[in-house]
Protein backbone atom coordinates (compact mmCIF):
# COMPACT_ATOMS: atom_id res chain seq x y z
CA UNK A 1 0.00 0.00 0.00
CA UNK A 2 1.48 3.24 -0.56
CA UNK A 3 0.92 6.51 1.25
CA UNK A 4 -1.80 9.07 0.55
CA UNK A 5 -0.93 12.92 -0.06
CA UNK A 6 -3.18 13.81 2.09
CA UNK A 7 -4.41 12.53 5.49
CA UNK A 8 -7.11 10.18 6.29
CA UNK A 9 -10.38 11.58 7.58
CA UNK A 10 -10.31 10.68 11.42
CA UNK A 11 -12.56 11.60 14.08
CA UNK A 12 -10.40 14.22 15.70
CA UNK A 13 -8.93 13.54 19.08
CA UNK A 14 -6.79 15.62 21.45
CA UNK A 15 -3.24 14.52 21.88
CA UNK A 16 -2.64 14.12 25.59
CA UNK A 17 0.06 15.65 28.01
CA UNK A 18 3.22 14.31 27.71
CA UNK A 19 4.50 14.41 31.13
CA UNK A 20 7.34 12.10 32.03
CA UNK A 21 6.51 8.91 33.37
CA UNK A 22 7.50 7.09 36.24
CA UNK A 23 11.52 5.62 36.58
CA UNK A 24 9.94 2.13 36.60
CA UNK A 25 8.49 2.94 33.12
CA UNK A 26 9.90 0.87 30.03
CA UNK A 27 8.61 3.33 27.73
CA UNK A 28 7.47 6.66 27.12
CA UNK A 29 4.96 7.30 24.27
CA UNK A 30 2.74 10.03 23.20
CA UNK A 31 1.90 12.75 20.80
CA UNK A 32 1.79 16.41 21.63
CA UNK A 33 0.73 19.58 20.57
CA UNK A 34 3.12 21.31 22.59
CA UNK A 35 6.91 21.52 22.65
CA UNK A 36 8.65 18.13 22.65
CA UNK A 37 10.72 17.68 26.22
CA UNK A 38 13.97 16.38 24.41
CA UNK A 39 16.08 16.93 27.44
CA UNK A 40 13.57 15.13 29.50
CA UNK A 41 13.30 12.31 27.20
CA UNK A 42 16.88 11.75 27.54
CA UNK A 43 17.49 12.19 31.30
CA UNK A 44 14.07 9.40 31.31
CA UNK A 45 16.22 6.86 29.67
CA UNK A 46 19.20 6.21 31.07
CA UNK A 47 19.32 3.32 32.94
CA UNK A 48 22.05 2.47 35.74
CA UNK A 49 22.96 -1.20 33.98
CA UNK A 50 23.16 0.56 30.46
CA UNK A 51 25.97 2.19 29.29
CA UNK A 52 24.33 3.63 25.68
CA UNK A 53 22.02 6.11 25.27
CA UNK A 54 21.41 7.16 21.58
CA UNK A 55 18.57 10.27 20.97
CA UNK A 56 17.53 10.48 17.56
CA UNK A 57 15.60 14.63 17.32
CA UNK A 58 13.66 15.22 13.81
CA UNK A 59 13.94 18.71 13.40
CA UNK A 60 11.86 21.18 10.85
CA UNK A 61 14.50 22.53 8.29
CA UNK A 62 14.81 25.12 5.78
CA UNK A 63 14.05 22.86 2.59
CA UNK A 64 13.09 19.60 1.22
CA UNK A 65 13.95 17.65 -1.72
CA UNK A 66 13.13 20.51 -4.74
CA UNK A 67 11.18 23.09 -2.18
CA UNK A 68 13.57 25.54 -1.12
CA UNK A 69 12.78 28.09 1.43
CA UNK A 70 10.57 26.01 3.87
CA UNK A 71 9.08 28.08 6.55
CA UNK A 72 7.36 25.37 8.46
CA UNK A 73 5.63 22.13 8.74
CA UNK A 74 1.92 21.14 9.50
CA UNK A 75 1.62 17.62 11.61
CA UNK A 76 -1.44 15.56 11.85
CA UNK A 77 -2.01 12.44 12.93
CA UNK A 78 -4.70 9.58 13.84
CA UNK A 79 -4.20 9.96 17.32
CA UNK A 80 -6.59 7.40 18.74
CA UNK A 81 -3.77 5.02 16.65
CA UNK A 82 -0.86 6.97 17.18
CA UNK A 83 0.05 5.24 21.19
CA UNK A 84 -0.86 1.63 19.83
CA UNK A 85 1.08 1.77 17.14
CA UNK A 86 4.07 3.55 18.92
CA UNK A 87 3.78 0.58 21.51
CA UNK A 88 4.34 -1.80 18.21
CA UNK A 89 7.35 -0.33 17.08
CA UNK A 90 8.51 -0.34 21.27
CA UNK A 91 7.92 -4.23 21.25
CA UNK A 92 9.38 -5.04 18.19
CA UNK A 93 12.35 -3.47 18.84
CA UNK A 94 12.48 -4.89 22.13
CA UNK A 95 12.24 -8.57 20.80
CA UNK A 96 14.68 -7.64 18.31
CA UNK A 97 17.15 -5.85 20.92
CA UNK A 98 16.39 -7.71 24.71
CA UNK A 99 19.09 -5.50 26.20
CA UNK A 100 16.48 -2.40 25.66
CA UNK A 101 15.92 -1.18 28.91
CA UNK A 102 14.11 2.23 27.86
CA UNK A 103 12.60 3.51 24.46
CA UNK A 104 11.08 7.05 24.29
CA UNK A 105 8.60 7.62 21.26
CA UNK A 106 7.62 11.00 20.76
CA UNK A 107 6.13 13.06 18.21
CA UNK A 108 4.43 16.93 17.46
CA UNK A 109 1.10 17.21 15.80
CA UNK A 110 0.12 21.21 14.61
CA UNK A 111 2.16 23.81 12.98
CA UNK A 112 6.38 23.59 13.51
CA UNK A 113 8.55 26.60 12.58
CA UNK A 114 11.87 25.81 10.88
CA UNK A 115 14.45 24.64 14.03
CA UNK A 116 11.34 22.73 16.16
CA UNK A 117 11.38 19.01 16.99
CA UNK A 118 9.06 17.09 15.40
CA UNK A 119 9.74 13.80 16.71
CA UNK A 120 12.13 12.16 19.45
CA UNK A 121 13.47 8.96 19.71
CA UNK A 122 15.61 7.71 22.97
CA UNK A 123 16.47 4.64 23.70
CA UNK A 124 19.29 3.18 26.59
CA UNK A 125 21.02 -0.20 26.31
CA UNK A 126 24.15 -1.80 27.70
CA UNK A 127 26.35 -1.78 24.54
CA UNK A 128 26.49 1.32 22.08
CA UNK A 129 25.65 -0.72 18.76
CA UNK A 130 23.09 -2.16 20.44
CA UNK A 131 21.51 1.49 21.09
CA UNK A 132 22.62 2.74 17.36
CA UNK A 133 20.72 0.11 15.64
CA UNK A 134 17.57 0.28 17.87
CA UNK A 135 17.17 3.76 17.60
CA UNK A 136 17.54 3.56 13.69
CA UNK A 137 14.98 0.79 13.82
CA UNK A 138 12.59 3.09 15.99
CA UNK A 139 12.73 5.81 13.95
CA UNK A 140 12.49 3.86 10.59
CA UNK A 141 9.83 1.73 11.86
CA UNK A 142 8.03 4.64 13.05
CA UNK A 143 7.81 6.73 9.94
CA UNK A 144 6.71 3.83 8.05
CA UNK A 145 3.96 2.40 10.21
CA UNK A 146 2.76 5.40 12.87
CA UNK A 147 -0.69 7.19 10.79
CA UNK A 148 1.28 10.69 10.95
CA UNK A 149 0.91 13.55 8.07
CA UNK A 150 2.60 16.14 7.23
CA UNK A 151 2.15 19.22 5.09
CA UNK A 152 5.09 21.31 3.99
CA UNK A 153 5.16 25.14 3.25
CA UNK A 154 7.28 26.95 1.64
CA UNK A 155 8.33 29.80 -0.59
CA UNK A 156 6.18 28.80 -3.26
CA UNK A 157 3.06 27.39 -1.68
CA UNK A 158 2.10 24.24 0.53
CA UNK A 159 0.79 20.70 -0.03
CA UNK A 160 1.15 17.64 1.79
CA UNK A 161 4.32 15.54 1.87
CA UNK A 162 4.07 12.24 -0.20
CA UNK A 163 5.84 9.46 1.63
CA UNK A 164 8.82 7.84 -0.30
CA UNK A 165 8.09 4.61 1.52
CA UNK A 166 5.73 1.94 1.91
CA UNK A 167 2.67 1.74 4.67
CA UNK A 168 3.68 -1.31 6.79
CA UNK A 169 -0.29 -2.11 7.70
CA UNK A 170 0.20 -3.63 11.23
CA UNK A 171 -2.40 -6.27 13.03
CA UNK A 172 -4.31 -4.96 15.75
Known sequence: MRCVTEPLVAPPA???DLGVPSPDDAAWLGLSTGTLPVAEALAWVVAPHCGAVVTFVGTVRDHS???PGVTSLEYEAYAEQVEPRLAEVAAAARR????????ALLHRVGLLAVGEAAVVVAVSTPSRDEAFTAAR????TLKATVPIWKKETWDGGSDWVTCDHDVVVTDG
Do not use: E, F
Not at 96 to 103: E, F, H, S
Not at 137 to 140: Q, V
Open 14 to 16: PPR
Open 65 to 67: DGR
Open 96 to 103: QWPGLTKV
Open 137 to 140: YCID
